[in-house]
C-alpha cells in the first residue's frame, strides 16, 4: 500500500514557538505538497516542491517555510506559531506529471 | 485562482442522483476530484485531462469543459457510502500538478 505518514495527528504549541510538522512518502513521487484545511474555506496550498531542495510558494506562504533534504520527507516549519495558524496540515505527494495525489491522515494543530 | 464549487452542500436519499460543479476563472490545464470523510484525508476520484482524456470510477462520472473552464462530477444512484466532502482541484499549469482546491461540497446521502 502506498502511504504518506505525517509525524503527528495532534499538536498543541503557545503562541511563538517554533513548529515542526514532517512528511514522509514511499512511493518515491518527486512532487510534495503542504496544504492548510479550514471550515468553509478548503484546502488552501503553502509550499510545493518538485525536487529535492527545490520549493515552490503556494497561496498563502506567509509565516511558514518548507525543507526537502531528502525525496521522500517534506517539512513545513512555523517559525513563531500565532493563533491564525491553528488549523488542520495535510501533506500531499504526487508524481511529476499530472497525476493523483496522495493525502496524508493530516495533523491537526492548535496554537494557544 | 481557488475553484468556485456548487452546491455547498446537498442532501441525498439512497439510489438519487446528485451533480457537483466547479469553475475556474482561469484556463485549466487538468481537473482533479476527490472525497473527503469526515476525519479522513482525501481519496482521488477522478482526473479530467485537457484535450478530453478522461481517467474514472465506478459509477462516478465527471465532464470537462474546457472552453467553459468548468467540470462537474455525477454521481448516480447514490449510495450510503457517498456520504462526505467533495473536492475539485484545478491544475492551471501543463503538467504541473499544481492544485488549488474549491472549498467542497459537503453530501449527505440517507437510507
Known amino acids: 500500500d502506498v502511504k504518506v505518514t505525517q509525524s503527528s495527528r495532534y499538536l498543541v504549541k503557545r503562541t511563538g514557538e517554533k513548529v515542526f510538522l514532517e512528511c514522509v512518502q514511499d512511493m518515491d513521487h518527486e512532487n510534495m505538497f503542504w496544504y492548510r484545511q479550514d471550515p468553509g474555506l478548503g484546502l488552501r496550498l503553502i509550499y510545493f516542491?518538485?525536487?529535492?531542495?527545490?520549493?515552490e510558494k503556494g497561496d498563502i506562504p506567509e509565516g511558514y517555510s518548507v525543507s526537502r533534504e531528502k525525496k521522500e520527507r517534506f517539512s513545513l516549519i512555523l517559525e513563531s506559531a500565532s493563533t491564525n495558524q491553528t488549523s488542520m496540515y495535510l501533506c500531499?505527494?504526487?508524481?511529476?506529471?499530472?497525476?493523483?495525489?496522495?493525502f496524508g491522515e493530516g495533523s491537526r494543530l492548535t496554537v494557544l | 485562482q481557488q475553484p468556485v464549487q456548487s452546491p455547498q452542500a446537498v442532501i441525498l436519499r439512497e439510489g438519487e442522483d446528485a451533480v457537483i460543479n466547479c469553475s475556474s476563472s482561469?484556463?485549466?490545464?487538468?481537473v482533479h476530484w476527490y472525497r473527503q470523510k469526515h476525519g479522513e484525508a482525501p481519496v482521488f476520484l477522478m482526473i479530467?485531462?485537457?484535450?478530453?482524456e478522461q481517467k474514472g470510477h465506478e459509477k462516478i462520472s465527471a465532464s470537462f469543459n474546457e472552453k467553459k473552464q468548468q467540470s462537474s462530477l455525477y454521481l448516480t444512484a447514490s449510495q450510503l457510502s457517498y456520504s462526505g466532502t467533495y473536492f475539485c482541484g484545478t491544475d492551471t499549469q501543463t503538467g504541473a500538478n499544481n492544485l488549488f482546491f474549491g472549498t467542497g461540497t459537503r453530501l449527505t446521502v440517507i437510507p
Open positions: 500531499a505527494s504526487s508524481f511529476q506529471n499530472t497525476g493523483e495525489l496522495f
Open positions: 479530467l485531462l485537457k484535450g478530453g
Open positions: 516542491s518538485y525536487d529535492v531542495k527545490m520549493k
Open positions: 482561469k484556463a485549466l490545464y487538468s
